[in-house]
Structures are given as structure tokens and as C-alpha cells.
């Protein structure tokens, strides 16, 4: 997919504005972006930093047990559509299904509101060719922590999706669709959970504004910082099975109880095209359980797995490590 150029605003201020609702409008060019410096971009910051403060609205909408477990319910949901669906699927193709449902994930995936899944692919397999180097995206070894969890996403030169990057991805124009305004479904999404909250009976002790902090504010908040603790801290907390790795990528059950299963980061940079980020029965994984599950329906199939010589590989290391151990 070829990059257009538009003709530009004069003030970069309300390109940043534009771009919160048209992801692909770069009028300056998406190299120019990729070439500008390492620094946040304040003007596309604005939505992030009203994602946070809004939290601080439950001062004055309370709690109330339907919208507290509103919360926690879809942070799980949606952090198994960031694992399963934009990790394991869009970045790795770990598995296969139809275009119909290729699109429902899209769209399950636009909830996280983490950007599309074009980006999100783009990005991630980027993130591998280069992991740890200088030309990472969010490498804790390179840039430091507060770069790798936060600061990387709010810079311009991080923005752009390269659509030739991802041939496999955008070809389908509904997906780039949902990729170029992607917005759209977190809007829909946030004014849904104000009427639920609106329409439900008072006897059940909510409102539309409490449904919106908890449901939407609080628990995206809390589901990009778990999704982020991958970036900023799988890289240099837990520890390391494999050695040819060649980066700093480290096993955690910590993170996996936050990310469920994405915490054996390791194993997954050793080898990537697998479903399952667990490589043993007792490395928790809640993403590839339910995959499998859903594998049982029809709806995805072709689930790949782990090569013999990486199971081999990992027992060597293991007998090295203990006659180390014993010297």
C-alpha cells in the first residue's frame, strides 16, 4: 500500500489534532515522521493524558460492585484480544481463520484502544527484528524504562504504520480501514458503557458516569500499563531458558499473571511462530487455552507449535546451567 502525501496545514499542532481521529493523514510524509528525533509529541499526547485523569473522576462517581467487576471483567477480555488476537495473530500469524472473523478480531482488538491492528502488527514485528538494538522501538536496555513502558508511543517518529511492512495485513481494506480511524470503535465503545450504565434498573446501584470511569477510564488504564510492563520490564526481569536469543528477553510468571502467559517472554523470542508462549504444561498460559478452546469450535484452526529442537535446545541449557551449577 503505497504512502500518499495531502497538502499540509501550516501549524504541525493540528496535523497532531487531525490525527487523532485519521491515523494515516501525514501530509508531511510518514519517512518524516520516522526521522524526527526520539521526544514526546505533546499535541497527540492530549487523549492518553485525558485516558488518565479521567480515572480520577471516581472521586466524584463513586464504586459500586457492578461497575468495579465491569472493570476487571474487560480488562481480562481485552487483554486476551492484545495477546491472542494482536500478538499471537496479526504479529505472528500463529494460527489461522477466516476473513469474516479476522475482522471480528480487528474489531475485539480496537476495544484495548490501543491503536489498530495494522500498527500494533507493524510495530511488534519490527520490535523483533530489532530487539534490543538501537533501532527498537521500546527497548528498556536501550532507552530506559519510562521510554520502553510510556514515552515511545506518545513520539511521533513511533506513529506511522508502514503498510509494506505487513503486505499480508493490508490487503484486506477493512482492516485498514479500522487501522486508519481508530478511534472510531473506542468511541462507540466508550458511549456504550454510559447508556448500559444509564438503562440499568437503580437497583442495581450504577450510572452511565460510573460505568464510563470504571468500565472504560480505569480499566483501559490499568490494561495499557499490564500491556506495557512486556516492553518495559520482560526485558530485564525473570529469567533466561534460551541464550540465542541474542537479546535481553527474560521469563516471568509475575507478568503472566498480569498478561495471561505473555510473561515467557523468552520462550517466545526464541521462537516465535508458536501459539503458545508456555513451551511446558506447568508455564501457565491462559491465551493459548483458550485459543485451543476456541480451536475446538471451528472458529480458528492450525494451531502451530513447539519444534522438537527447541525442546532439545532447552535441555541442554538446562543440564549446562546445573553442571555449572555444581563446578
Known amino acids: 500500500m503505497s504512502e500518499t502525501v495531502q497538502p499540509a496545514p501550516k501549524s504541525g499542532f493540528f496535523r497532531s489534532i487531525i490525527r487523532w481521529f485519521d491515523s494515516d493523514y501525514i ?12 521526544s514526546v509529541d505533546w499535541p497527540r499526547s ?56 479476522q475482522f471480528v478480531m480487528a474489531v475485539w482488538t480496537a476495544l484495548a484502544v490501543q491503536r489498530g ?8 514485528r519490527h520490535h523483533h527484528k530489532h530487539s534490543d538494538e538501537e533501532d527498537d522501538k521500546h527497548s528498556p536496555v536501550v532507552d530506559g524504562f519510562w521510554w520502553s513502558h510510556i514515552g515511545w508511543i506518545t513520539s511521533k517518529k513511533n ?23 481508530d478511534t472510531l470503535i473506542p468511541a462507540l ?33 490499568v490494561l495499557f500499563h499490564g500491556t506495557s510492563c512486556i516492553n518495559s520490564l520482560a526485558h530485564v ?37 508458536t501459539t503458545r508462549q508456555g513451551f511446558y504444561w506447568w508455564e501457565f498460559d491462559p491465551t493459548y487455552y483458550v485459543l485451543k478452546i476456541m480451536s475446538w469450535t471451528g472458529l480458528i484452526w492450525g494451531l502451530k ?23
Open 305 to 327: 507449535g513447539v519444534p522438537e529442537s527447541v525442546y532439545a535446545e532447552a535441555e541442554q541449557n538446562r543440564l549446562e546451567k546445573a553442571a555449572a551449577e555444581r563446578a
Open 159 to 181: 506513529f506511522p504504520t508502514d503498510y509494506s511492512k505487513i503486505p499480508d495485513l493490508a490487503k484486506y481494506p477493512e482492516l485498514v480501514f479500522l487501522n486508519r480511524f
Open 27 to 38: 501530509p508531511e510524509g510518514a519517512e518524516a515522521l520516522r526521522n524526527t528525533p526520539k
Open 46 to 101: 492530549i487523549p492518553f493524558v485525558i485516558l488518565h485523569l479521567g480515572c480520577f473522576a471516581v472521586i466524584w462517581v463513586g464504586a459500586s460492585s457492578v461497575a468495579v467487576w465491569t472493570a476487571v471483567g474487560l480488562y481480562f477480555f481485552r487483554m486476551f484480544a492484545i495477546t491472542g488476537f494482536f500478538h499471537r495473530y496479526f504479529s505472528h500469524k500463529t494460527f489461522s481463520t477466516s476473513r469474516a472473523f
Open 237 to 273: 526481569w525473570g529469567s533466561k531458558r534460551f541464550k540465542t536469543t541474542e537479546d535481553e528477553s527474560r521469563n516471568s510468571f509475575i507478568l503472566t499473571l498480569i498478561t495471561l502467559g505473555e510473561g515467557w517472554h523468552n520462550n517466545h523470542h526464541r521462537y516465535q511462530a
Open 117 to 124: 491492528a495494522l500498527w500494533w502488527a507493524y510495530t511488534h
Open 189 to 221: 465503545f466508550a458511549i456504550s458503557l454510559y447508556a448500559i450504565g444509564a438503562l440499568l434498573p437503580a437497583s442495581y446501584g450504577t450510572s452511565g458516569w460510573q460505568m464510563l470511569v470504571w468500565g472504560f477510564f480505569i480499566s483501559t488504564t
